[in-house]
């Protein structure tokens, strides 16, 4: 390129044939083979038009890497399509599948622990009452409400914990 910029046309008919190959590889890494070589046409029109700004003091290889990088990501501006749309309002949510599923999770999972505990989990943590609520529904002290739904909670993520390591 040095040579190229002193006037050899030699030099420049060389370094144009010799620039092919590599950038026939660097875009072929990157898009369609139906591309490459409009795109590596493309670069060595652009290295022609642009050969002033290469400053001989720097390397030659990131100077055309970057013009052969330019060059890609204009191609791709060009020819990728975006698609916008909107979603209806009526678009099914995948949101009620995740929690009709949720609920026969923990239905499931209530089965696997005494019936005591399922009923003061399903109060506190499903139906949202309050420990003093159940506590007065139930006849049970709050500590012992506590209590009942602290061991009912382990035993149920025991079960999922062993699910998991099958």
């Given amino acids: 390129m040095r040579a190229a910029l002193k006037g050899d046309q030699n030099a420049y008919r060389l370094l144009l044939t010799d620039l092919r190959p590599w950038l026939t590889a660097y875009f072929g890494k990157r898009i369609h083979r139906n591309a490459i070589e409009d795109l590596v046409q493309d670069t060595l ?8 700004t290469f400053d001989p003091n720097y390397p030659f290889g990131p100077w055309i890497a970057a013009v052969a990088r330019h060059r890609w990501i204009d191609h791709m501006r060009k020819t990728l399509k975006y698609v916008e749309t909107e979603l209806d309002q009526e678009f099914p949510s ?73």
């Fill in 45 to 52: 029109m652009t290295l022609h038009a642009k050969r002033q």
């Fill in 94 to 166: 995948q949101e009620h599948d995740r929690d009709e599923c949720a609920k026969h999770d923990v239905k499931t999972l209530l089965k696997l622990i005494p019936l005591a505990q399922a009923e003061m989990i399903e109060m506190i943590k499903l139906q949202e009452m309050s420990v003093e609520e159940v506590s007065q529904k139930k006849g049970h002290s709050p500590s012992n409400v506590k209590i009942m739904v602290h061991r009912g909670m382990k035993k149920m993520m025991a079960a999922v914990d062993e699910v998991q390591d099958d």
